[in-house]
């Protein structure tokens, strides 16, 4: 059973945090809770709960939502603004190939991408901006402003993420669902760029 953070944090897009209630350990109904009453741009993160082990990264279009697990333990979730109708993200198993504090989309008019956390070669990233609560960007998945910070501190380049169509109806559901398809194969425009050319890019 996926251990719960004994208390989370909420706060806002620019990272203002104020102390949130505690949740007991394992109280996966409580945490499902808070991170559904989330409004666009709060988030929730106590990296704390589980300062050292691997990361995993999962993200729901349908609900708008990411979850960040560290060792099993979750450690934040957070609304997100995925793409919007005819510029959808891009869904299944990626790994963060490549990480800059300061990036311009070299695609859509130098629009700064703060603490961008690449997922592909075609320009789709993780990366602090606007939540407006619904899909509204080019491909990328927006972040609030202090989660991108927070997550991009946490992260190494190689981390799994996992971006699902469906909707996840818990913190253990995405978890496994995680792990579920963590040997799933990578497709050649998610992998290191080595590794791509070896790939036949």
Excluded at 68 to 79: D, K, Q, W, Y
Excluded at 95 to 118: T, V
Excluded at 119 to 144: D, F, K, M, Q, T
Aim: with cysteine; proline share 7%.
């Amino acid at each position: 059973m996926v251990r719960v953070a004994v208390a989370f944090w909420i706060a806002l897009a620019l990272g203002a945090a104020a102390p949130a209630a505690p949740l007991s350990a394992g109280d996966g109904a409580d945490a499902e809770q808070r991170v559904a009453a989330l409004a666009p741009g709060e988030f929730v993160w106590q990296s704390e709960a589980a300062p050292d082990g691997p990361m995993e990264i999962v993200i729901s279009l349908a609900d708008q939502r990411a979850w960040v697990f560290r060792s099993g333990v979750l450690i934040g979730a957070s609304t997100v603004s995925s793409g919007r109708e005819g510029h959808e993200s891009p869904v299944g198993r990626f790994q963060i190939l490549e990480k800059r504090r300061h990036h311009r989309s070299n695609r859509y008019n130098s629009a700064p991408m703060p603490f961008m956390q690449r997922l592909n070669w075609y320009g789709v990233a993780l990366h602090g901006g606007e939540l407006p609560g619904y899909p509204a960007s080019h491909g990328c998945i927006r972040l609030p402003m202090g989660f991108a910070r927070h997550l991009f501190a946490a992260t190494d380049v190689g981390t799994f993420v996992y971006v699902a169509r469906e909707a996840i109806a818990s913190p253990q559901a995405a978890l496994e669902l995680a792990r579920v398809n963590a040997g799933r194969p990578t497709r050649p425009d998610r992998l290191p760029r080595g590794a791509a050319m070896a790939a036949g890019r």
